[in-house]
């Protein structure tokens, strides 16, 4: 059981690069969600998934895409990276309420 | 409205005590806590519920005031592995509701010393 698994774990890409960052869970969660935390910084939502087809934005969804690939898979897309995106991304998935949310590892990008 | 944690920092000695508060402007569905080392993932501490339920760590105990929109996370006689950024997440969706958005505090460090 691996819990929420994310890849790459670093990446650095230069500006107007595109990547996609992938994130997996062997849980069995309905819900996953992708945050951003910026050095010395609380953990803010991106995009979440409330179930397998569905997506909403988070508090700072721009610059950003998601898809919910099927209940296991849900990957973020940075289509034109840009230097203020440079951050920790952290993948969560959740049962249902009112239930705690696993992390993955995270993966550290730098956008130069 | 992100919630407000204070202090935003605090120095401890193994076996003293602190308390961490989390302050919201809007009411509070459920509060969850988590704790945070350097380079590491956010691990799960403690939910707690409108209503008064709790589920979480043994060693952690934490209260919340349905009426203030606060909660509070105590640490009893703290040991070393204490030491990290704990953050509040607070939930002001309708209970059930899709998603389960949780809006993060700005965190607070904590380093336990010997």
């Known amino acids: 059981n691996a819990g929420v698994t994310q890849t790459p774990k670093f990446q650095v890409l230069k500006t107007g690069q595109s990547m996609t960052l992938q994130c997996a869970q062997d849980m069995n969660h309905n819900s996953m969600y992708w945050y951003r935390q910026d050095p010395g910084m609380g953990l803010r939502l991106i995009y979440y998934?409330?179930?397998?087809?569905?997506?909403d934005k988070g508090e700072v969804p721009n610059g950003y895409n998601v898809s919910r690939l099927n209940k296991r898979e849900f990957s973020l897309r940075l289509e034109s990276a840009a230097p203020s995106q440079t951050s920790v991304y952290f993948c969560?998935?959740?049962?249902?309420?009112?239930?705690?949310?696993?992390f993955g590892p995270g993966t550290r990008l730098t956008v130069t | 409205q992100q919630p407000v944690q204070s202090p935003q920092a605090v120095i401890l000695r193994e076996g003293e005590d602190a308390v961490i508060n989390c302050s919201s402007s809007?009411?509070?569905?459920?509060v969850h806590w988590y704790r945070q080392k350097h380079g590491e993932a956010p691990v799960f501490l403690m939910i707690?519920?409108?209503?008064?339920e709790q589920k979480g760590h043994d060693k952690i105990s934490a209260s919340f005031n349905e009426k203030k929109q606060q909660s509070s996370l105590y640490l009893t006689a703290s040991q070393l592995s204490y030491s990290g950024t704990y953050f509040c997440g607070t939930e002001i969706s309708s209970p059930g509701a899709a998603g389960n958005k949780l809006t993060f505090g700005g965190g607070t460090r904590v380093l336990v010393k010997p």
């Open positions: 969560a998935s959740t049962r249902d309420y009112p239930y705690e949310q696993y």
């Open positions: 998934s409330a179930s397998e087809g569905t997506t």
């Open positions: 809007k009411a509070l569905y459920s």
């Open positions: 707690l519920l409108k209503g008064g």
